[in-house]
């Protein structure tokens, strides 16, 4: 305690780097004998977590990791104070963030080592805190590394994959055979129906090559292409030349779509037509780039149009027009079932999106951004549902659909998942499903980060919620007492350089207000996190541990309470995080300094 109380006293960066290493050194070298008083110990966390925002700042430019042997310590010095008989909330609010930075330093061949902090972050999906439940959600979709050879979802951002190639068969667990007929004869099969599309699409070039009609060529092309995804192969169009008129010089696939629109457009009553083969044809040429500009213009022409919404939605930079346009893409009549699925996972993803950037990034007791961050989480769930009652088992995005669906579960499920999390099974089970499926299809690996920390959960849940239930309950009880009385001054982003702020400089903390702009945030972090849900109840402008131990002080410009203070000389009354504060707010305190 006493190093910890030097950090108020040592004004300079070295010297509270060197005391921080101090205190790191300790941890690392406790012996096992060290009795651990409650107080003392909380207050130690208590000081920590208050070092962290100055730690992780963006404009410390320091590390935001720990060593794999200083995080076991403080894992295990954590663990054991949450263990002790009498419960102290104040520990474990403050001991959160302190274990999410231990578990994401650790490397991923020392993640066993992490397992009883996993198990308590498993077992805090269930409290009743729900800005600490979204936090779970996010810690479970970042911890993982992407197997080598991942193959992700074909959505309309991405590449577009291979065609399928069928394999002879695969080997369910329990000694259940899953061949090829399984995939090829179901109705309704992805791989069938980019098998028609990709028949029909051959005989549509034939077609052309024999009989010259653009416009004939064109119109069932556009229908094609509304009705499923089209593999494109410039090398089938030489051969169907080839074998028609070797003398003839075979044509490309832009080539083709570009013709045609432009036959099309000629007659003003295939307008609707010439756009989807224009729309098409822009997209291939240049995918992220002008394809979401002419989409727009499209729908001035039509708002109707529903290739023209599905272009704009899966290339449009702007992820709230994005969302807006693929949920009235929603309410039109006659979608193709493959349409209707593009909008459904374009809205289910974006809507999720959205929830996080609101709820990851407010500040706790924001009622009003709780609302409508929860609310577009239930939306995004209802797309999820919507989406696999519709798809068949191989789908290319149905993998990636049942992801948001569990982690969304997740976290709005809470208490009432079942002490079992059956609902999380179940979709587990459905996801496995699905992935072998898309192998027997000819993709190699389905495998990415966001699986497998939904494995940890599964696999950590069950220990955990029974270590950690009684612990959880009282920690819930106070949680709710303590917050419903909290009354918390603003804060201010620490990372600006001047005050006061431009409503519209990209400075505008966004924890206060999330616009159309949310997309535009900053990834999520521990740093972010802290000024978000997991701000602590440290309301008070100074809090004094005991005599000559540590003094926090809430910083004068953003309002953290933090033990790495800097106080202004020249009236020695206003404390900062760091010199960024300081900077940010000497065009306000110039005036009252000194006074």
């Given at each position: ?296 213009q499209v729908l001035a022409r039509n708002p109707a149009h529903a ?88 789908c290319r995005d149905l993998p990636n659909v049942l992801d948001l ?191």
């Amino acid at each position: 305690m006493q190093l910890l109380a030097l950090l108020c006293q040592d004004s300079s960066d070295s010297g509270k780097t060197a005391i921080l290493n101090a205190i790191s050194d300790v941890l690392v070298r406790r012996r096992p004998g060290w009795s651990y008083e409650l107080r003392t110990s909380a207050q130690i966390i208590i000081t920590l977590y208050h070092c962290l925002p100055t730690m992780l700042s963006p404009a410390s430019g320091a590390s935001s990791g720990l060593s794999a042997g200083l995080s076991l310590s403080v894992v295990e010095f954590i663990l054991k104070l949450l263990r002790q008989r009498f419960f102290c909330y104040e520990a474990m609010m403050h001991a959160i963030p302190i274990l999410i930075l231990c578990v994401r330093s650790c490397p991923p061949e020392r993640m066993d080592s992490m397992e009883p902090a996993l198990e308590v972050f498993a077992a805090l999906s269930h409290s009743r805190n729900f800005g600490l439940r979204c936090v779970v959600g996010w810690f479970f979709s970042v911890l993982g590394r992407a197997p080598p050879g991942v193959i992700y979802p074909g959505s309309p951002r991405a590449e577009e994959p291979p065609s399928p190639r069928l394999a002879e068969s695969d080997v369910r667990p329990g000694g259940e055979h899953l061949t090829a007929s399984d995939v090829r004869v179901r109705p309704g099969s992805e791989v069938a129906l980019i098998e028609q599309c990709a028949r029909d699409a051959h005989m549509l070039v034939r077609y052309l090559a024999e009989m010259g009609d653009f416009q004939g060529f064109g119109i069932a092309l556009a229908d094609v292409l509304v009705r499923g995804p089209l593999a494109y192969n410039d090398e089938d169009i030489a051969h169907i030349y080839a074998g028609w008129d070797s003398r003839l010089s075979p044509p490309t696939w832009p080539e083709l779509l570009r013709t045609a629109a432009a036959t099309l457009r000629a007659d003003p009553s295939l307008l609707d037509k010439a756009d989807v083969l224009d729309l098409e044809y822009i997209t291939r040429a240049d995918p992220w780039g002008a394809a979401a500009s002419r989409a727009e213009q499209v729908l001035a022409r039509n708002p109707a149009h529903a290739y023209a919404h599905a272009v704009f939605c899966g290339h449009a930079s702007d992820y709230e027009a994005a969302l807006q346009i693929a949920r009235r893409a929603l309410e039109l009549d006659d979608l193709t079932p493959y349409l209707k699925r593009q909008f459904l996972y374009q809205a289910a993803e974006l809507s999720c999106k959205k929830a996080f950037a609101i709820l990851l990034n407010m500040n706790p007791f924001d009622s009003d951004k709780t609302r409508i961050g929860r609310h577009e989480m239930n939306l995004g769930l209802q797309y999820t549902y919507d989406y696999i009652k519709a798809a068949p088992g191989d789908c290319r995005d149905l993998p990636n659909v049942l992801d948001l669906c569990i982690n969304m579960s997740i976290i709005l499920g809470g208490p009432e998942l079942g002490d079992d999390i059956g609902d999380i099974r179940t979709l587990t089970n459905a996801l496995e499903t699905s992935i072998r499926l898309l192998q027997a299809s000819g993709y190699p690996n389905w495998d990415n980060r966001i699986r497998t920390d939904h494995r940890l959960y599964t696999r950590h849940f069950p220990q955990g919620f029974k270590k950690w239930k009684r612990v959880l309950t009282e920690f819930d009880r106070q949680d709710h007492a303590i917050r419903a009385t909290m009354n918390f001054p603003p804060t201010r982003d620490c990372t600006c350089r001047s005050a006061p702020q431009d409503p519209g400089s990209s400075c505008t903390h966004r924890a206060t207000e999330v616009g159309a702009d949310w997309w535009k945030q900053s990834p999520t972090t521990i740093y972010s996190l802290l000024r978000g849900p997991l701000r602590c109840c440290c309301n008070r402008p100074r809090v004094q541990f005991g005599p000559d131990l540590v003094l926090l002080y809430r910083c004068t410009w953003c309002a953290d309470a933090t033990a790495l203070v800097r106080k202004c000389t020249g009236c020695e009354n206003a404390w900062y995080c760091n010199p960024t504060c300081q900077r940010a707010d000497w065009p306000e305190h110039k005036g009252k300094c000194g006074q």
